[in-house]
């Protein structure tokens, strides 16, 4: 996970899990862990792995890309996928999203960026996809 995507996936991993634990710790660093194993459990089906492949982005003679992998968040079943924009500044040729319990990559296209928070926005065709559930704010308990 990049780190630019991480603390808005870590308060969507909040907000998506209200109360995250039924046991009492004994230390703020139990609670922590405990919290973020639960929601981490709660969200694992809605995470997918992204690869991008290509770009157009020439620095010092070479393709400047992404390197790796990077993940995104299933936002609603019909196929949106927020990510981080770190792996597409390069303007990749093509997208490919890993879904949990999807044997094949399914191809997926840029929808819109928001260049202030950098994230992205992709679209992937599918239905039904899993999609965390956001508890009201005012039942969210830590």
């Known amino acids: 996970m990049r780190l630019t995507l991480a603390p808005t996936l870590l308060v969507t ?6 109360q995250v634990s039924g046991q009492e710790p004994t230390d703020l660093d139990e609670a922590l ?10 969200v694992a089906p809605s995470v997918v792995q992204i690869r991008t492949i290509g770009g157009l982005e020439v620095v010092g003679g ?13 936002v609603s079943p019909d196929g949106y996928i ?3 924009s770190f792996n597409f500044a390069s303007k990749p040729a ?4 890993l ?10 296209k840029v929808v819109a960026q928001d260049q202030t928070r950098m994230l992205t926005l992709l679209k992937v065709d599918a239905t039904d996809l ?13």
Request: glycine letters at 8%; proline letters at 10%.
């Open 33 to 42: 862990e405990l919290a973020t194993k639960a929601a981490v459990q709660k």
């Open 62 to 74: 070479n393709v400047r890309k992404g390197l790796g992998p990077t993940t995104g968040l299933i």
């Open 94 to 97: 093509a997208i490919t999203v």
């Open 130 to 142: 899993p999609v965390p559930v956001v508890v009201p704010k005012n039942e969210v308990r830590l």
């Open 99 to 108: 879904v949990p319990g999807k044997s094949e990559p399914l191809s997926a």
């Open 82 to 84: 927020i990510s981080s």
């Open 13 to 18: 991993i909040c907000l998506a899990t209200g």
